[in-house]
């Protein structure tokens, strides 16, 4: 069973920094793009940055300088470095990832907890 586990949540001040860290664990073939996506309360979820498996990025316009999405391909993990939070930043955040059991079954889409990031003005 694959699992994806989010870390490095919590309550900052506005200007401050987080690190979120995503490590996925399990059978797993091969990792394909991974991401970060956040949902504040009443809004709807939204990409904040992906990155492919060469490490080619694609990040939100809100974010851009502020956020920088890398990943370890040995350990499984995708990080989001996050500075100069906003309270408008304030929301769950969301490890996503692709990711191929075999290499007889199509890549699927997997999900983790959430963490939730404060950002307090």
């Known amino acids: 069973q694959v699992q994806l586990v989010e870390s490095g949540g919590g309550l900052v001040q506005s200007g401050g920094s987080l690190r979120l860290s995503c490590a996925a664990s399990?059978?797993?073939?091969?990792?394909?793009?991974m991401g970060w996506y956040r949902q504040a309360l009443g809004k709807q979820r939204e990409l904040v940055a992906r990155i492919t498996r060469g490490g080619d990025t694609n990040v939100a316009d809100s974010v851009k300088g502020r956020f920088t999405i890398s990943r370890d391909n040995a350990k499984n993990t995708v990080f989001l470095q996050m500075n100069s939070l906003k309270p408008e930043d304030t929301a769950v955040y969301y490890c996503?990832?692709?990711?191929?059991?075999?290499?007889?079954?199509?890549?699927?889409?997997?999900w983790g907890q959430g963490t939730q990031v404060t950002v307090s003005s």
């Open positions: 996503n990832a692709n990711i191929r059991l075999t290499p007889f079954l199509s890549n699927r889409s997997y």
């Open positions: 399990g059978s797993i073939f091969s990792i394909n793009a």
